[in-house]
């Protein structure tokens, strides 16, 4: 069921418009020497926004990994540079998804990729099972 979703959400919901914006947004960040951590995680988010039913995005320390120090101060400086209009194209999307019926689930994961906007360092995609 979730491939299924995920190839209607990739055609029709926004996901490769979503998944470029992500490369998009990472790559304009890479280019600069202290944008990389945060293209890295643009890059991560990106293959979550492409695909996102069967997964979930949780913090890093779930899965074993370490916490980099300065993690929120990085969350915040995304947020001001890129993160505010990566959620106001999400939550745009969302709102025109949801004024349909069928519209409906692929704007509630517009919603939740706008809230991935506000902290996507220190977050990782794994599977729902």
Known sequence: MAFLLNLIWFIFGGGAISCLLWLLTGTILILTVVGIPFGYAAFRIAGFAAF??????????HVGEER??????GNFLWIVLAGIWLAVSHLLAG??????????PF???HFRLAGVCFAPLGKRAVSKD
């Open 52 to 61: 996102p039913y069967g997964k979930e995005l949780v913090d890093a320390r």
């Open 107 to 109: 704007g509630f994961a």
């Open 68 to 73: 980099v120090v300065g993690t929120s101060l």
């Open 95 to 104: 709102i025109s998804l949801c004024l349909t019926i069928i519209g409906i």
